[in-house]
């Protein structure tokens, strides 16, 4: 069996053409969010420990500082 160099090298010198193209804001929060059964959990301790989900709880800080993270453009 072989080795097969998939690396294009479209300038013919081995460097690299094109920047990666960059996701948008909303694709890279979703791959970062907690999975929906982990902030479903995250909600049901809030509530339980303290009868209401406030903007200081887990849930809410996580969901937040992705967001802050990455920002609407």
């Not at 804001?25 to 049901?44: F, G, I, N, V």
Request: proline content about 4%; aromatic content about 10%; overall charge negative.
């Amino acid at each position: 069996m072989t080795d097969i160099d998939y690396t294009v090298d479209s300038d013919g010198n081995g460097g690299i053409v094109a920047a990666p193209i960059e996701t948008q804001y909303d694709a890279k929060r979703a791959m970062e969010y907690p999975q929906l059964t982990e902030q479903l959990d995250m909600l049901w301790h809030e509530l339980n420990n303290n009868g209401s989900i406030t903007d200081s709880g887990d849930w809410f800080t996580s969901i937040q500082n992705i967001k802050n993270k990455y920002p609407k453009t």
